[in-house]
């Protein structure tokens, strides 16, 4: 498989045409929307739904995000977004984000990624703010989620420091 | 001065209670669009204004963004974002952007940096599209940004790489 097409694919979209710019094309920080809107779907997926959230007043927040823009995607464009774990310890979540085309687009381009995340997230009880130890069934959904993707390739958009070339 | 306290502030804003998420917290991709709204001041400092974008068919594309999120925002906060070049060549520019406080919460915090975005840009002629060289008079104000901002300090969030501690 190639390293940026993972099999957990947790949220879908299309681009908006407001969230384009003067040149027709999905802004910046557009494209971390979409994959802002992924976070939220991973959380759901490890039991960190919006009502457990609002019940036991721990959420998840982005400490650090990554992304890296490889094609121009325009309004009506359909996307999806697939999510890898990286990482992760009792507070934190060390992941990665690839956009690709789906629908009719997906199969007229050569269909590697749009679109690249990686980003660290920090469990915490709103109630402080401060960092939380995840809750013991959540635990087990990230440690499962961390099996199954411990055999996937390093993704080739994670782990990047910008410098000029 | 503060290693995050520039003097080049080209965009100020509100956080708008439509940016903001479920906690009443402005959401990770709207300081992005604070921060790609900044980018947009950039271009106007150097010459690329929308004017020039329409007439010479150039415009800038993010290619990379990396985001550092320090502290939380709320609807109605008033935001200042300081920009620094950190390196340039005939086609690209590192920059980095620290967003403050201002206004009365200014006063009433220690006026550290709410988050920070290191971004690398790239110059393109929209019709190819292709990578591009900055035109003479372009070049001449990045080389003069440059020449400023040469014996600043080099800034906490720049040049990172994310990991689990």
Same mark, same amino acid.
């Given at each position: 498989m190639a390293s940026d097409a993972f099999e957990l694919v947790l949220h879908r979209d299309t681009v908006r045409? !407001?969230?384009?710019?003067y040149n027709g094309h999905l802004r910046d920080a557009f494209y971390a929307l979409i994959f802002s809107h992924a976070t939220d779907a991973l959380m759901d997926h490890i039991g960190l739904d919006a009502a457990g959230r609002a019940q036991s007043g721990h959420s998840i927040y982005t400490l650090e995000c990554h992304l890296n823009f490889l094609r121009e995607v325009k309004a009506g464009d359909e996307v999806q977004v697939s999510t890898l774990l990286l990482g992760a310890d009792r507070k934190r979540l060390h992941i990665y984000h690839s956009m690709s085309l789906r629908g009719e687009l997906a199969e007229t381009? !050569?269909?590697?990624?749009v679109a690249a995340s990686e980003q660290m997230l920090l469990h915490v009880?709103?109630?402080?703010p401060k960092s939380a130890v995840f809750a013991p069934e959540v635990m087990a959904r990230v440690q499962a989620m961390a099996a199954e993707h411990a055999g996937l390739a390093w993704p080739a958009y994670a782990g990047r420091v910008i410098r000029l070339p």
């Open positions: 045409a !407001e969230w384009c710019d381009v !050569e269909n590697g990624p009880d709103t109630r402080g």
